[in-house]
């Protein structure tokens, strides 16, 4: 029985999911060395990242035992330099649960032996005196190693040295044995299902000229097993070059973009009569792309606020909502748009790191141009952020979570950044949201031209699946009043918020019945002007 609950992330595919992937950092790292290539892995993987190193005192067998606890039923288990071996006895002591096996820049046998090269044994006992007498000058000095060849060595080591500052002496010391020790040349021999090798060009740990040696050893496998050399300058490829190490990872795992269709190790005939059908699901199923929102939103940003006094107002009633919350190091101000609600939010917590992040790059050019002293701005997807685990202790979003149609997706990642303590505070807009255009454009055509938007139970729903984070919603209603439609028209296009739903008109909408919707829209005037409803949700999400 596995002894450790080991720290993971479960994160599910942002489009339709084609298999599983278990990461596996190396030694002294943590899952945060995968960060870099989450963006594109999560479209088509569901992910599994694994913070290993903490069991590794209790020996190798019982690694394996806590990794098979948290991993799915069967995946593709990729490891990453000390992460490959252990990912390979993974595979060798439970093979009906590894589809197929990837190690990165992983040397089967790390210590250089007769005719196999490798790291000399002195070195890592060298490593290994140092880290009794002086840790933290172990850890960069092996960080260091890691880095050797890249343009920026610098940043790299620091990017490093921030996995392993958590790890206690005894588990260090158990993986740096394991460096010097194992050998996993005939476990990757006996295996059965298929392997890929990825190699860096240049690499001070593992010799480049192993690709050849593991070749010659893997020829007599019963399965395929490839060896590929990245054009990479150094051992830490995770950090270093994402997007070939996902590149070859997609090939390798997802043969469909080679002519197959089927994920690595399972049949290709069903998956790939599954693929397409649930790809076409899953796109049905969001209304709006994210490529057609960030589009739209950047377009608009010159003149955005020159039209948005309700996003502003309710913008203000979500930062009074905030009330006693403690000044957090990290304030995350997500779909901060222009970034007006910037200032009000820096003198709230005049203490914290201000973080703005939007999808849509004009918005946050805008931004940096109109607040060149405020904080960070970074371009972000609320549901596949690009930050680190517990980095966040605040998130204020406003006006932004209507546009997250997977709202499992939004509140996973929520309660992954979020610290332990941790709040989000966010509004957003339900489906009764322009009810008074949606029904007159019924009247109209059957064409949809109106934005649809997630109800208070599909939110609360998707909360509830999240472990660890608790959801309270409120609503209200605000109304704007408009003189004539075109008014109203004209305000939602300048704010980059017209219609962009996938079952719109293709064309131009024409005079007959945009006349019939105008016409239809008058019998909901009132004394003060034509309504236009806003269904507004303020949600509060706390993670324990």
């Known amino acids: 029985m596995p002894e450790h609950s080991l720290r993971h992330e479960y994160l599910p595919a942002t489009a339709a999911a084609r298999c599983d992937l278990v990461l596996l950092h190396g030694w002294a790292g943590g899952r945060d060395c995968w960060r870099p290539l989450l963006p594109a892995l999560r479209p088509w993987a569901n992910l599994t990242l694994v913070d290993w190193q903490a069991a590794a005192a209790d020996g190798l067998d019982s690694l394996v035992a806590n990794i098979l606890a948290v991993a799915p039923e069967r995946a593709v288990h990729v490891g990453w330099s000390l992460g490959g071996q252990v990912a390979t006895a993974v595979a060798a002591a439970a093979p009906e649960r590894v589809s197929a096996l990837v190690t990165v820049a992983s040397n089967p046998c790390f210590t250089a032996r007769p005719g196999w090269p490798g790291l000399p044994v002195a070195t890592l006992q060298s490593f290994a005196s140092e880290l009794d007498g002086n840790p933290a000058r172990a850890l960069r000095r092996f960080a260091s190693l890691q ?55 240049t690499d001070a ?15 007599a496998t019963s399965n395929a097993a490839v060896v590929r050399v990245l054009d990479a300058d150094c051992h830490a490829l995770p950090l270093a070059a994402p997007e070939p190490l996902a590149a070859a990872l997609r090939e390798f795992v997802l043969p469909a973009a080679s002519g197959t269709g089927a994920p690595a190790g399972e049949p290709a005939a069903a998956t790939a009569a599954a693929a397409p059908a649930a790809a076409a699901s899953a796109a049905a199923a969001i209304p709006v792309t994210k490529s057609d929102i960030a589009a739209s939103f950047s377009r608009a940003a010159e003149r955005y606020d020159s039209v948005a006094a309700l996003q502003q107002d309710v913008g203000q009633r979500l930062l009074a909502r905030t009330g006693a919350v403690q000044e957090p190091a990290t304030l995350l101000d997500l779909g901060c748009g222009t970034g007006f609600i910037q200032a009000q939010l820096q003198a709230r917590f005049p203490q914290s790191r201000y973080l703005g992040m939007d ?30 685990s517990e980095s966040v202790g605040l998130v204020y979003s406003s006006l932004a979570f209507q546009w997250c149609y997977r709202p499992d997706l939004l509140f996973a990642e929520l309660g992954r950044v979020l610290e332990p303590g941790g709040s989000c505070f966010f509004s957003s ?16 055509d059957s064409s949809q031209h109106v934005n649809s938007f997630l109800s208070a139970d599909e939110l609360q729903l998707a909360a509830s699946a999240v472990r660890g984070v608790r959801l309270q919603l409120h609503s209200e209603r605000i109304v704007m009043r408009y003189e004539q439609v075109r008014e109203l028209l004209a305000e939602l ?52």
Do not use: F
Not at 164 to 171: L, N, P
Not at 205 to 219: C, H
Not at 528 to 536: K, Q
């Open 147 to 201: 880095a050797k060849g890249s343009s920026e060595p610098r940043a790299l080591v620091r990017q490093l040295l921030r996995g392993g500052e958590h790890w206690s002496a005894d588990a260090l010391a158990a993986g740096l044995h394991w460096l010097a020790s194992l050998d996993t040349r005939t476990m990757l021999q006996g295996l059965e299902c298929p392997q890929l090798h990825l190699l860096a060009g």
């Open 205 to 219: 740990l593992v010799p480049v000229r192993a690709a050849n040696t593991l070749v010659a050893a893997l020829a």
């Open 493 to 544: 296009k300048t704010l980059g918020a017209h219609n962009m739903n996938r079952g719109r008109s293709g064309g131009l909408t024409g005079r007959q019945r945009l006349a019939a919707m105008i016409q239809a829209y008058e019998d909901w005037r009132e004394p003060a002007g034509l309504p236009a409803t806003y269904d507004v949700l303020y949600g509060h999400l706390e993670k324990s």
């Open 359 to 388: 999808i849509a790059v004009g918005m946050l050019a805008y931004a940096r141009d109109r607040h060149p002293c405020a904080g960070d701005w970074l371009a972000g997807d609320a549901e596949a952020l690009p930050l680190a």
């Open 429 to 444: 807009l339900g489906p009764a949201t322009l009810q008074e255009l949606r029904q007159s454009w019924a009247v109209a």
